[in-house]
């Protein structure tokens, strides 16, 4: 499984170029993409989204969150923070989804890099 960032879905559905919607493509097409609950939420909320997205959507598997999901979260936002990075708290959710799950993310956005260097998250490409 790999999952896919908000930042790259909106690039993928909107046509635009770049490794990150290649990537995005790959996965589709593979059924290998997979979505962390916030990334859903935050495609989900755009009032103008076509319905047959949505439904695309909602087929995707999801990175559920366990136990200590939150605590974990929590800490490592705290970490990303104190080597005073940016860490927003949708950003360190989707990344710690990624990481509990152990699964690559998928992301045109380069803040994602601070919880690579920091926590191990594996980005593609």
């Known amino acids: 499984m790999i999952a896919v960032d908000t930042s790259s879905f909106v690039a ?3 046509g635009a170029a770049g490794p990150d919607v290649a990537a995005v493509d790959e996965a589709l097409s593979e059924k ?3 979505l962390a609950p916030v990334v859903l939420t ?5 009032p103008r989204l076509p319905r047959n997205v949505a439904e695309l959507l909602r087929q995707l598997p999801l990175l559920e969150t366990s ?3 939150w605590e974990r979260a929590g800490l490592l936002r705290a970490g990303v923070l104190a080597s005073r990075r940016k860490a927003r708290l949708a ?6 989804s990624c990481l ?3 699964v690559r993310l998928i992301a ?3 803040d994602f890099r601070h919880f690579a260097r920091g926590a191990g998250l594996k980005l593609v490409p």
Do not use: N
Not at 42 to 46: I, N, R, V
């Open 67 to 69: 136990d200590g999901f």
């Open 108 to 110: 045109r956005d380069a």
């Open 91 to 96: 950003d360190t959710l989707i990344a710690q």
């Open 32 to 34: 290998q993409a997979c």
């Open 100 to 102: 509990d799950h152990d």
């Open 42 to 46: 935050e495609l989900l909320s755009d």
């Open 12 to 14: 993928f559905l909107s």
